[in-house]
C-alpha cells in the first residue's frame, strides 16, 4: 500500500484481511497533520463550515464534531475548542503569508471571497479534530 496507508495499518493485497489491527503511533498523526491529502480535507471542511456551518463559532463547532465524530461535542469540549480557534486567529493575523500557506495546500483552491486568517484558524481547529484517536479509530 501507499506508505501514507501502510501507516494506518493498511494490508498489503496479497491475503485477505478479515478484521485490520488498530494500533496508534506517533506516525499516524504526522501523516494526519502533514500530508496535503489531510490538510486539503480539512480546510475544505472548514470552509464548508463557514459558508454554511451556522451563525456562530460555537454553532460551527458543534457542527464539525457532529459531522466528523458522528456525535455532540460536550459543553466541555466546545469550550477548548473554541480556545484553540482563538489562539489561532491571533497567531494567523500576527503572521497572514502563513495563513496563505495553509490555505494553499493541496490541489483544490478556496474561496477567494473566505477570509484568509479565518478559514487557516478553522483548518487547524477542524484538523485538531481530526487528530483525535476517536476520528482515527472510529468505533
Not at 484553540?84 to 497572514?96: A, C, G, N, T
Request: charged share 25%.
Amino acid at each position: 500500500p501507499p506508505p501514507a496507508l501502510a501507516v494506518f495499518d493498511a494490508p498489503n493485497r496479497e491475503t485477505c484481511v478479515v478484521q485490520r489491527p488498530r494500533t496508534i503511533s506517533p506516525l499516524q498523526g504526522l501523516v494526519l497533520m502533514n500530508d496535503p491529502t489531510y490538510v486539503e480535507a480539512a480546510r475544505c471542511l472548514a470552509e464548508r463550515l463557514l459558508s454554511d456551518g451556522g451563525g456562530d463559532d460555537r454553532q460551527r463547532l458543534g457542527r464539525a464534531m457532529q459531522t466528523i465524530l458522528v456525535r455532540r461535542a460536550t459543553p466541555a469540549e466546545v469550550t477548548v475548542l473554541a480556545g484553540v480557534l482563538e489562539q489561532q486567529r491571533e497567531l494567523f493575523s500576527k503572521d497572514p503569508e502563513a495563513a496563505l500557506a495553509l490555505i494553499a495546500v493541496g490541489e483544490s483552491t478556496s474561496s477567494p471571497e473566505t477570509d484568509s486568517v479565518e478559514l487557516a484558524a478553522w483548518t487547524t481547529v477542524v484538523a485538531t479534530i481530526l487528530l483525535t484517536d476517536e476520528a482515527i479509530h472510529k468505533p
